[in-house]
């Protein structure tokens, strides 16, 4: 499998609101940024937004730009790990499909 080389996407921003913890914020960048390693080109940057919609809910949507082409994943789950995973599973999968 080809891949553009990078270990990590440098360029991650997390943004979510004050009812998410810095824990929540740092394990989001976490699980998104190694994500590079499975592009099939360059990924400038990754944008990663967390929001409460409900009591119990939170949504995650993730943006990726890989050398110009956006590959975007969203999740609901009871909890920020919970939704995060989902997401990042989600772009691993579209990553992957890219290659062919």
């Known amino acids: 499998m080809k891949h553009a080389g990078q ?3 440098a360029n991650v921003v997390v943004d979510a609101g004050d009812q998410t913890s810095p824990d929540a914020k740092q394990y989001a960048h976490d699980r998104i940024a190694p ?3 499975f592009a099939p080109e360059p ?3 990754a ?3 967390i929001a ?3 009591p119990r809910t939170v949504e995650v949507h993730a943006n990726l730009d890989v050398n110009g082409t ?3 994943a969203q999740a609901e789950a009871k909890t920020v790990t919970e939704a995060v995973d989902a997401v990042r ?3 691993h999968r579209q990553l992957l499909k ?3």
Do not use: F, K, S
């Open 7 to 9: 270990q990590e996407i």
């Open 52 to 54: 409460n919609p409900g």
């Open 98 to 100: 890219m290659h062919n």
């Open 43 to 45: 990924t400038n940057y």
């Open 35 to 37: 994500l590079a390693r």
């Open 47 to 49: 944008h990663v937004r």
């Open 89 to 91: 599973d989600h772009l």
């Open 70 to 72: 956006h590959v975007v």
